[in-house]
T-cell receptor, first 114, second 110 residues
Framework: DAMVIQNPRYQVTQFGKPVTLSCSQT?????MYWYQQKSSQAPKLLFH???????NEADTPDNFQSRRPNTSFCFLDIRSPGLGDAAMYLC?????????????FGPGTRLTVL | GQSLEQPSEVTAVEGAIVQINCTYQ??????LSWYQQHDGGAPTFLSY????GLEETGRFSSFLSRSDSYGYLLLQELQMKDSASYFC???????????FGSGTRLLVRP
């Protein structure tokens, strides 16, 4: 089945220790997104790629970076995690068809910062 | 800026009908989507409205009125498994982004 896969599902890191979350997709979608979701809140878009074009949200902290080496993979790098970065991180994809934008979400990576 | 408003919580009885409203203020509105998210799970797509009117998919229906900047999700024949959070999300016409509402937590009681 075509899907969005995130690894790991659970990640524990120490305050200030860099961490990388990964996402892969078998849908061959043009657009990939990274969201941060904290408890009882809506997903908050961090950035997205249309193909290799990177789009950063204005309020995404510099501490968060992303890479998309090819169509299938996208990575979220948190350079110096703080306690406030503990959250669920969701990767999503969409075909890029203008205006329709059904997004397919991965299962998420729950990040704990000690 | 953009804003979307939904009720924070709704409670209903199994077998009943419930409506979750969403009002929005955005520039460049293209369409309105609804997503369901169970606790600990990922959001899943439910419906999409680009034009005014009602879209029906099984027990779920979604409505949009562009002139009123208003939409709703209608859930019929509620089941216990429908207990989840429901997010409305606006699609912006100049991007591939979704702007999510704050979400409505639906609790279905026996």
């Amino acid at each position: 089945d075509a899907m969005v896969i995130q690894n790991p599902r659970y990640q524990v890191t120490q305050f200030g220790k860099p961490v990388t979350l990964s996402c892969s997709q078998t849908l061959n979608h043009n657009v990939m997104y990274w969201y941060q979701q904290k408890s009882s809140q809506a997903p908050k878009l961090l950035f997205h790629y249309y193909d290799k074009d990177f789009n950063n949200e204005a309020d995404t902290p510099d501490n968060f970076q992303s890479r998309r080496p090819n169509t299938s993979f996208c990575f979220l790098d948190i350079r110096s995690p703080g306690l406030g970065d503990a959250a669920m991180y969701l990767c999503a994809t969409s075909s890029g068809e203008r205006g329709y934008n059904e997004q397919f979400f991965g299962p998420g990576t729950r990040l704990t910062v000690l | 800026g953009q804003s979307l408003e939904q009720p924070s919580e709704v409670t209903a009885v199994e077998g009943a009908i419930v409506q979750i409203n969403c009002t929005y203020q955005t520039s460049g509105f293209y369409g309105l989507s609804w997503y369901q998210q169970h606790d600990g799970g990922a959001p899943t797509f439910l419906s999409y409205n680009a034009l005014d009117g009602l879209e029906e998919t099984g027990r779920f229906s979604s409505f949009l009125s562009r002139s009123d900047s208003y939409g709703y999700l209608l859930l019929q024949e509620l089941q216990m498994k429908d207990s989840a959070s429901y997010f409305c999300a606006v699609i912006m016409d100049s991007s591939y982004k979704l702007i999510f509402g704050s979400g409505t937590r639906l609790l279905v009681r026996p």
